[in-house]
């Protein structure tokens, strides 16, 4: 079974920064994303996300030297997990 996510897991995630060439996700629009999803975890939004808004996400990218973004591969799994919490237990 997978790790259900939590409000304050939203909250407290922290994402590296891709490597020095490579392009992350621009922060900002996660930031704004998880903002939503918090929101969505913790019943305080009167328009709470689906697990297919989150699988929907799309993020620009941000620059390869400076502001490098998030890495993309870190946000995409913790995505992953956060779609999985929302869809709900399986049978």
Sequence with gaps: MARRITAEDVR???FDRP?????GYL?????QFLDRVEATLAGTTAEPLTAADVHAAAFGAAGR???RGYSMDQ???????????????RD
């Design 75 to 89: 946000v995409d799994a913790f995505l992953e997990l956060v779609s999985e919490t929302l869809d709900g237990p």
């Design 19 to 23: 490597a020095i060439g490579q392009r």
């Design 12 to 14: 407290d995630v922290a």
């Design 27 to 31: 922060a900002s629009e996660v930031d």
């Design 65 to 67: 030297f400076r502001d």
